[in-house]
């Protein structure tokens, strides 16, 4: 059974930061592209990080340079460290892997991520 479960967020002031954490079991961690999405009600959802399985990434232009994603193929997880958050931010954000040799992806069940004063 695949499973993708996130963990590390919560409620910070704008122009803090915070690391969401994705630990993924069930699957070859290690081959999968591994995402961050997230979305805020009345949105569609958005894609916010990338990272390849071979460990290039690409960001959404309205994270970029305040947003980083990683991963520890040792521990099956991905990271999303988030820096100098702003209101906008707020959101649901979601793991996402996916394996490009037969598109198969799967959903974490998200995490909630609100800035507020």
């Known amino acids: 059974q695949v499973r993708l479960v996130e963990s590390g967020g919560g409620l910070v002031q704008p122009g803090g930061s915070l690391r969401l954490s994705c630990a993924a079991s069930?699957?070859?961690?290690?081959?999968?592209?591994m995402r961050w999405y997230r979305q805020a009600p009345g949105n569609q959802r958005e894609l916010v990080a990338s990272?390849?399985?071979?460990?290039?990434?690409n960001y959404g232009d309205s994270v970029e340079g305040r947003f980083t994603i990683s991963r520890d193929n040792t521990k099956n997880t991905v990271y999303l460290q988030m820096n100098s958050l702003k209101p906008e931010d707020t959101a649901v954000y979601f793991c996402?892997?996916?394996?490009?040799?037969?598109?198969?992806?799967?959903w974490g069940q998200g995490t909630q991520v609100t800035v507020s004063s």
């Open positions: 069930g699957i070859i961690f290690s081959i999968q592209d």
């Open positions: 996402n892997s996916y394996f490009r040799w037969n598109q198969r992806t799967y």
């Open positions: 990272i390849t399985s071979g460990g290039s990434t």
